[in-house]
């Protein structure tokens, strides 16, 4: 079992940024995938990035690419995202979600996932 802990949210104003971490516990992180997800009221559940398990890889939403930056630190066991020029349609509630692959491989579906976190709200303001 993996427990995920996503921290880092908050309120800011658009143009701004935040990082959001995910901290695992329960086993060896290094060996898992992980990848971001946001979801906001009457929305489906959006895929944000993924990255493999050495971070070799890595795989955005086209929403968010080149403003949004996945990576980890896999001795920490924490994964973290970093969100820059934030958009008031970035505003949701941002989950962290992970999976065991020692083949290097990033995820976008969120039935790809077995671990879950409770997600942390993120609101962008205009």
């Known amino acids: 079992q993996v427990q995920l802990v996503e921290s880092g949210g908050g309120w800011v104003q658009a143009g701004g940024s935040l990082r959001l971490s995910c901290a695992a516990s329960?086993?060896?992180?290094?060996?898992?995938?992980v990848g971001w997800f946001r979801q906001t009221p009457g929305k489906e559940r959006e895929f944000v990035a993924s990255i493999s398990w050495g971070g070799g890889r890595t795989v955005y939403a086209d929403s968010v690419r080149g403003r949004f930056t996945i990576s980890r630190d896999n001795a920490k066991n924490t994964v973290y995202l970093q969100m820059n020029r934030l958009k008031p349609e970035d505003t949701a509630v941002y989950s962290c979600a992970a999976r065991r692959d020692g083949n290097g491989y990033v995820f976008q579906g969120q039935n790809d996932y077995n671990y879950w976190g409770q997600g942390t709200q993120v609101t962008v303001s205009s």
């Open positions: 329960g086993r060896t992180f290094s060996n898992y995938a």
